[in-house]
């Protein structure tokens, strides 16, 4: 017997608030309420805020002469007999079920209490799977219910949970109903002319019937209600940490004589984007108002020239700049960039990784410590702990996707009033920078430099890649140079094509004056530095790599691209590896090699890539077809999984939720109505408010 059904019964009218403890409910003792913490649900309001995962429509009754074998149905009817007996060292509980037009047997395995549970001459309801038994229809399992009690499980719009060992979707449907009863009408406080132009119910009716709808329209209009409050609470929260934001003193700084020194040195003029985006860094600098923005742009389109002249800005008027990256390969690239760019000003520049110690890491420490260190480029290894800065002024993150919210924001620690610049390469759909970057003003380089050359992507069928290759071979032997990624590092016993194997196959196909050279995340830095050096010189034709190359690879002599079974990888990220051949004025090529294997859905997704250059159209497919946490992984960014909203369906809601939001944050305190709203919705969805 389970520690539920232990536990001394409660007065069946209980009078909880959404506040309450979940254990608060009848039928939940300690081994369920921890079952319960574990999905996140610990008071009465995180359950009703738990909606099904997906509905069974069980409305249909049919008489059982009318069953039909394979499908799915609802019967009523009188219990005739219950029996128990042993089958195969398991005990076996039958049920003969009559309706007067014939009868059914349900049968249930391992579970002998249900003898006690159903009463003789007494009418149940019944759905389930219909087979076809020995002595006519049968189910096994099936739902059931006493007929003349309110139908939870059968007869209706049944909701399906996510559910635990400890906890089925039938036990959760109980819960929820008892916790609606317990907790009367939730008080909705939106304003009615608000919900009136959105189209969106009552509050307490959205919580009745996301778990109990009457038909499945219902179900989706208490979806969008829900959804609306959801996204509200997160604008919200955006909103208010804007306004937190602390002022510097005495204003920001704007220098226009480093801007004109530092684009004066440069060998080509802004384009109109770079230069609008310039124009938008320099306002927040110069505004007194710690800068949170994101710089985003497509692959080559020059975000980092624009972020070096902010960073020569600051640390020219004696400020201090760090850059975080995700992987030392990046790390190395800006620490050359960076350098060429703000040496010449006496600006240094440094380099943090977790490879740098003894007396390095701490000449650096120093540096930063006592501020004769201005520009300091890393990895994660920025944001240990023990690591000071005399006066942190800015803070650029670049492939920002790759960090969560967290780690970005440890780095502000050492100074709240420190601008923080987001860079990041993968651009994203306007629907998914509302959500995951709310709190950050966006910027988008949409324009390319003149002088780029064609590109031609290619995607290879399975029955192709014995011609792809040579193809890929005759126009490295012919002088270019490329990329063939691979998704596996080694062997692997899942079936990916591993980096060793091309590598012998492209040796194979290449002349003796071309060599192929393997690069991974675990080459060894001064192994991985004379690998590209022989590459830039042009002793290897052919670099054979993981994802590894995907960001901070800015070698434009580059100009072949090949990825083996493409079909694993999103439309971003394939975008990403083909920005890493796409960068002068020489034609360039990029091959997408599909396995046999590969699902029509996925080989529809790479033939987007063969219309179109446009990162940004890109990412919109990528959305629409993987979903946001998909596309930049959302969980990293410390948003939590949208347990109503669907994006980018609900754009209209997200707009219209954030417009609210921040309207009436500007505006001061909110109006009583609106507040009461919010702290209701907060109250609903506790646990991921937390999270936020």
Known sequence: MSSSARKPRRPSSVSLSLASNVSDLPGVGPKRADV????????????????????????????????????????????????????????????????????????????????????LDTTYVFSGLVRKGRLGPSMVHPEYEVADAELLHTGRIVPVY?????????????????????????????????????????????????????????????RRRLAFDELLTFQTLFALARRARPCLEGGGRRSADVVARFTARLPFDFTSAQQAALDDILNDLASGR????????????????????????????????????????LADQHLGNFSRFLEPFGLRVGLLTAGVTGSDRAGL??????????????????????????????????????????????????????????????????????????????????????????HTTTV????????????????????????????????????????????????????????????????????????????????????????????????????VLAVEQAERFGLSQLHQMRGRVARTSTPSFSYFLVSDGASDKARARLRALEATSDGFEIAEQDLVLRGPGDLVGTRQHGIPDLRFALLPEDVDLLVRARDEAFKNVATGVPRGEWRGWIAGVGKMMEGKTRMV
């Open 36 to 119: 319960l913490r574990n999905l996140g649900i610990e008071t009465v309001g995180d359950l009703l805020a738990t909606p099904p995962r997906r509905y069974i429509d069980r409305q249909a009754f049919a008489r059982i002469a009318d069953l039909e074998t394979g499908a799915t149905q609802t019967v009523a009817g009188r219990i005739a007999a219950v029996t128990v007996r042993f089958i195969k060292g398991r005990r076996m509980t039958t049920a003969t079920v009559t309706d007067g037009s014939g009868n059914l047997t349900c049968v249930w395995f391992s579970q002998p209490y249900l003898r006690r549970v159903f009463k």
């Open 162 to 222: 996510k559910t635990r060992p400890g906890l089925s979707s039938r036990q959760m449907r109980v819960l929820v109903k008892s916790a609606l009863g317990a907790c009367g009408e939730v008080e909705d406080a939106a304003p009615a002319t608000l919900r009136k132009g959105l189209g969106l119910g009552d509050l307490a009716g959205a919580v009745r019937n996301i778990h109990f709808p009457p038909d499945p329209p219902a179900a989706e209009a208490a």
């Open 290 to 329: 710690p800068m949170r923005r994101l710089l985003q742009g497509d692959v080559g389109c020059g975000k980092t020239v624009v972020a070096a002249l902010a960073a020569a800005v600051v640390a020219d008027g004696g400020g201090q700049v760090a850059v975080l990256c995700p992987t030392e390969l």
């Open 365 to 454: 420490e120093a540096g930063l410590a006592d501020g004769t260190l201005p520009v300091i480029v890393g990895t994660h290894a920025l944001i240990g702990e023990g690591l000071g800065f005399k006066n942190l002024r800015l803070v650029v993150v670049d492939e920002e996707q790759r960090f969560g919210v967290l780690q970005r924001t440890r780095l502000l620690r050492h100074a709240e009033e420190a601008g923080l610049l987001v860079v990041s390469a993968t651009p994203i759909p306007r629907t998914l920078a509302l959500t995951a970057y709310g709190d950050l003003d966006v910027t988008t380089i949409g324009e390319m430099p003149p002088g780029r050359g064609v």
């Open 460 to 559: 290879v069928e399975e029955g192709g890649r014995t011609a792809a290759l040579k193809e890929i071979a005759d126009k490295v032997n012919s002088g270019l140079r490329g990329f063939y990624v691979c998704p596996a590092l080694e062997d692997s016993a899942s079936g990916l094509t591993d980096v060793r194997t091309v590598k012998s196959e492209m040796e194979a196909l290449l002349g003796p004056g071309r060599a192929v050279e393997i690069l991974t995340g675990r080459s060894a830095r001064d192994k991985r530095a004379g690998i590209l050096e022989d590459f830039v010189a042009g002793k290897t034709g052919l670099i054979v790599a993981t994802t590894v190359i995907e960001v901070g690879m800015d070698i434009p002599s580059a100009t």
